[in-house]
């Protein structure tokens, strides 16, 4: 993408972004809940680690697209940096 961002690009940018927040939102809930359903003697939630970490894995590939459409990716940016 070169150039200034389009609509759609931009709309699809604020997309990425708010489902890179709920995400990460479900990541710090679920384990709480389990916590919490444990703690008032519910058995707690079994499943819940599980989708933590696959969620872990979600968010990294939100964050990378997201990083790369910002042209703010890690290894974009160390090779501008050595060029």
Request: charged letters at 10%; a positive charge; proline letters at 4%.
């Amino acid at each position: 993408m070169s150039g200034a961002p389009t609509r759609l690009g931009q709309l699809v940018a604020r997309g990425e972004a708010a489902l890179a927040v709920a995400v990460l939102g479900a990541m710090t809930l679920l384990p709480l809940a389990n916590a919490v359903s444990r703690w008032l003697g519910a058995g707690g939630l079994p499943t819940s680690i599980a989708w933590a970490q696959h969620l872990t894995l979600v968010v990294t590939f939100l964050g990378a697209a997201i990083a790369a459409s910002r042209r703010e990716h890690l290894s974009l940016a160390a090779a501008n940096e050595l060029l």
